[in-house]
């Protein structure tokens, strides 16, 4: 009996312009070894794979590399949403790496490349329609990040940062495939679909239980959810800001997505949806307590990103309640979570590229204590980062942030979760007030010398260019998203 495979190359595009990127990244490198070249290539690749992707998406969902119904690659609305917003993370990062790499002793064609084929995990992650393309896919987004981390040479922060990544995530990694491995000998299956309709035959057997639990835990590392977090303030605060900005955005919503295929296609509900409430609690509990305590500017970002992950997971949570209800307050909760993880993304990105504006070249994120009154002097990078966070805490005039709150408050209610959507109210009011601090910091008037390093007239030269230009596409972007979020909202659900 002979098995044909289908092959659809342009369904394949994304990912072919993606990689395609890390290849003429490292052809550029060495044939031209001019640094400006290299990263014109680069975002070169990542505008063409945002283009590439926003065209195929638009052309209905296409499969490929399929054995009868089952396929491995399923590019639809959903997966073409997650390659741009990819695709422009990188871009993005690209343009605030600019004073990192102009002059200084971090490696062009590496940096970019590295860039290149974490961002090709990422195209890839979001079609991914079987748990081993899935997995690999999400490595091939992380693998690249070890390096990254450590690229600030001489410094031990760097290099620890760098060391507690690559443990952590090979652990989670090994979690995960022992997960899948469970999972294809209870079943016999890989493919997400096919496994959604085994195990809802299954009788409940401990062997698929475990399996089930072993993958959640395993990419709940990846979104660094409690208790798997304590990885991501030390990497985030000692690792370049730029890579930072990456790993707080790309990195999070790599793990989102991947859960979200799991969980919507793969796992039952009834048994990931109490453990991802727990998660979900946990997780914006912690985050929000801890990072009321934090000095360091990037520390406390990083804590803020854990509590949002909380947010994400919260919709997912209540899938277990929302089993036995119409198929809308299921969809609206992938949707809820798909579409906070997008505006989050976006929110965070741009104070990142606001912080990197602030602080010298090549500089950590310093202190709280550091941007003081730093908006009286700078106003408009004051204000974009302000923004930033204001967006973040879910107040007007940051418009996406409060549409996404108010998106995964009104799924958990629509999936009877009602005590799990006061739980995300509380945790929002507590958040409110680490993010209003550092909002009031910015404007306060300046009450001595700095105790960090001092944040100066920040970034200068032919390189600023790149950051503002990232600062003013990712702050329009914080902008327009909140003016128009049922677009969001629509292509998370298709």
């Known amino acids: 009996m002979s098995l044909v495979q289908s092959v659809d190359n ?4 994304p990912a072919y312009l993606a990689a395609g990127t890390a290849v003429l990244v490292l052809l550029a490198d060495l044939l031209l070894a001019r640094s400006g070249a290299t990263v014109a290539v680069a975002a070169v690749g990542a505008a063409a794979t945002v283009a590439g992707a926003a065209l195929v998406g638009a052309g209905g969902t296409r499969r490929t590399f399929c054995a009868g119904v089952d396929c491995s690659w399923v590019f639809d609305g959903r997966a073409a949403l997650v390659a741009a917003v990819f695709a422009l993370l990188t871009l993005g990062v690209l343009g605030l790496s600019g004073p990192l790499l102009r002059g200084g002793p971090t490696p062009v064609g590496e940096y970019c490349f ?20 899935l997995i690999v896919a999400l490595e091939t987004l992380t693998l690249p990040l070890y390096v990254l981390v450590g690229l600030r040479r001489g410094s031990l922060a760097s290099a620890e940062a760098a060391v507690t990544f690559f443990v952590v995530s090979v652990v989670a990694t090994t979690v995960t495939l022992l997960g899948a491995a469970l999972l294809y000998a209870a079943t016999g299956g890989l493919h997400l679909d096919r496994l959604g309709a085994l195990l809802a035959d299954l009788p409940d057997l401990p062997l698929v239980t475990a399996a089930v639990a072993l993958v959640v835990l395993g990419l709940a590392f990846k979104v660094a959810a409690v208790p798997f977090h304590a990885w991501a303030p030390a990497t985030y605060d000692g690792a370049p800001l730029p890579v930072a900005a990456y790993l707080s955005t790309a990195s999070k919503l790599g793990g989102v997505v991947a859960l979200l295929a799991v969980v919507q296609r793969a796992l039952p509900a009834e048994v990931t949806g109490p453990v991802l409430a727990l998660l979900a609690v946990l997780t914006m509990t912690v985050g929000n307590l801890v990072a009321l305590r934090q000095r360091r500017t990037v520390r406390l970002l990083a804590w803020s990103s854990v509590a949002q992950a909380g947010y994400i997971l919260a919709p997912l949570g209540a899938l277990a309640l929302a089993a036995g209800r119409a198929g809308e307050a299921r969809a609206g909760a992938y949707a809820a979570a798909v579409a906070y993880a997008v505006f989050f993304v976006v929110l965070e990105l741009a104070a990142f590229a606001a912080l990197v504006a602030l602080r010298p070249a090549g500089a950590d994120g310093g202190t709280v204590a550091d941007l003081r009154g730093v908006a009286r002097r700078r106003p408009w990078v004051g204000a974009a980062l ?5 967006g973040l805490a879910g107040l007007p005039p940051g418009l996406a942030g409060l549409f996404a709150k108010v998106t995964v408050v009104r799924s958990l209610l629509a999936g009877g979760a009602g005590w799990l959507a006061l739980v995300v109210a509380l945790n929002a ?3 409110l007030a680490y993010y209003l601090r550092l909002a009031a910091t910015l404007y306060a008037a300046p009450d001595g010398e ?9 970034v200068s030269g032919r390189a600023a260019w790149t950051v503002t230009a990232a600062l003013t ?5 914080a902008v327009l998203v909140g003016f128009a979020p049922q677009l969001v909202l629509d292509l998370a659900a298709r």
């Open 10 to 13: 342009v369904a394949l595009l």
């Open 114 to 133: 590295l860039l290149a084929c974490s961002m090709t995990g990422g195209v890839v992650l979001g079609a991914a329609g079987d748990l081993i393309t």
């Open 386 to 390: 302000a923004l930033a966070l204001v």
């Open 429 to 431: 009011v507590i958040g």
């Open 450 to 458: 700095p105790t960090g390093d001092p944040v100066g007239g920040g």
């Open 473 to 477: 596409v990712a702050t329009a972007l």
